[in-house]
């Protein structure tokens, strides 16, 4: 947990840049700062707790093209990728978007990763100066039968063990789950027992189409994911999966998914706990039964409630894309939300109660949080 002498930034990634919120632990009065990388979508923004100061972003410029930039001053100057992620020469792919920028471990100082569409990783050993594909992954012998999800073929998710500097995990839209146990040399699918509806098998190898990956921070072998076809936890470093989306709302769409979504948040502190927004599936792709409603569970998916104390209900049509739900790592922690339509709503007490941050923003694409201890 973090101290009360602490300063909290919420960055919120859109389609016209970056926008940076600043609060104390307190979290009742907000300064806003941006748009940063003016003009350019940013797809996600992430803060490196190793140096406690820089912030990187996934920038899709139509000047610079598809790129990594950061910052080390919140913002005041930016620098971009002297040799951003590309393909080589004659693999006959071109990077379209940069979706998610991740940190390495704690203990790999530099390293950071970049996953694109076509889905592919990368890695940079420099800070995100300069970035080699990760070959192992990109040319995995099932590349050939990967399929895209409606968004495109795309690596969204990317998970560094805590606990182990060897493993690692990506979440790829409509593949699946793939893991490594030494540190990225080889790659193997892990979707047991994941259901693809669209598909005819309906449980194969690879080809289901996981939303959002993420691990608990206090249990590493502890995994979550939304999911196409519902919500998921893993507790043995996603060997097997279980469905937990019963409790959570039943779209109307051609398959009738139960827990269709696209983000997924997870507790800092309390293990168990995570936070979802449902969705109507396939076609409609606004929130579930009108209503513009987070659910959590605190028992890992045994059980749901629904958060809605201060949010908007009834006839809502909002919604949320995969990288715009987080929390933040205060006690208690903060839980905040992104629309397509510019808003960001936050809760100061784990969900209870909800307040607009704020509204007419440009699409948020995304929205993560950073603590800078004073």
Avoid at 181 to 191: A, E, I, L, R, V
Avoid at 197 to 217: M, R, W
Avoid at 290 to 319: H, M, Q
Wanted: charged letters at 20%; hydrophobic letters at 35%; aromatic letters at 10%.
């Amino acid at each position: 947990m973090v101290s009360k002498k602490a300063d909290l930034y919420v960055l919120a990634g859109t389609s016209k840049g970056a926008f940076i919120f600043q609060s104390d632990s307190r979290r009742q009065k907000w300064r806003i700062k941006g748009p940063f990388l003016r003009g350019s979508p940013v797809l996600h923004m992430a803060f490196d707790q190793r140096d406690a100061k820089t912030i990187y972003a996934a920038v899709n410029s139509g000047h610079f093209g598809p790129t990594v930039c950061w910052t080390k001053d919140l913002g005041r100057t930016w620098k971009n990728a002297e040799s951003p992620p590309r393909f080589a020469e004659g693999s006959g792919l071109t990077v379209a978007k940069v979706w998610h920028v991740e940190p390495g471990h704690a203990d790999e100082a530099g390293v950071v990763f970049a996953g694109v569409e076509p889905a592919a990783l990368f890695r940079s050993e420099d800070g995100a100066n300069a970035w080699k594909p990760v070959d192992s992954l990109n040319n995995h012998p099932t590349r050939s039968k990967w399929e895209p999800g409606g968004g495109g073929l795309c690596l969204h998710s990317i998970v560094v063990d805590p606990s182990n500097l060897k493993r690692m995990y990506v979440g790829i839209s409509a593949v699946g789950v793939f893991r490594s146990d030494d540190s990225g040399q080889t790659w193997n699918p892990k979707n047991n027992r994941v259901r693809a509806d669209f598909l005819a098998d309906k449980y194969p190898e690879f080809g289901q189409c996981v939303h959002k990956l993420l691990v608990d921070p206090n249990k590493p072998s502890h995994l979550y994911q939304q999911n196409h076809c519902g919500v998921y936890r893993s507790e043995d470093a996603a060997e097997s999966w279980i469905d937990v989306s019963k409790g959570l709302p039943t779209s109307k769409g051609e398959f009738s998914q139960t827990g269709f979504g696209f983000p997924l948040a997870v507790h800092p502190h309390k293990s168990g706990t995570i936070y979802v927004l449902p969705e109507e599936a396939d076609n409609f792709r606004a929130v579930a039964n009108r209503e513009f409603a987070i659910y959590t569970t605190s028992n890992a998916g045994k059980s749901w409630r629904k958060l809605t104390n201060g949010l908007p209900r009834g006839d809502v049509y909002l919604g949320c894309w995969r990288e715009g739900l987080a929390t933040d790592k205060m006690d208690p922690a903060g839980v905040y939300v992104g629309t397509r339509m510019g808003h960001i709503f936050y809760s100061a007490d784990e969900g209870r109660r909800w307040q607009m941050l704020a509204q007419w923003l440009p699409p948020v694409y995304s929205v993560s949080t950073a603590t800078v201890m004073r």
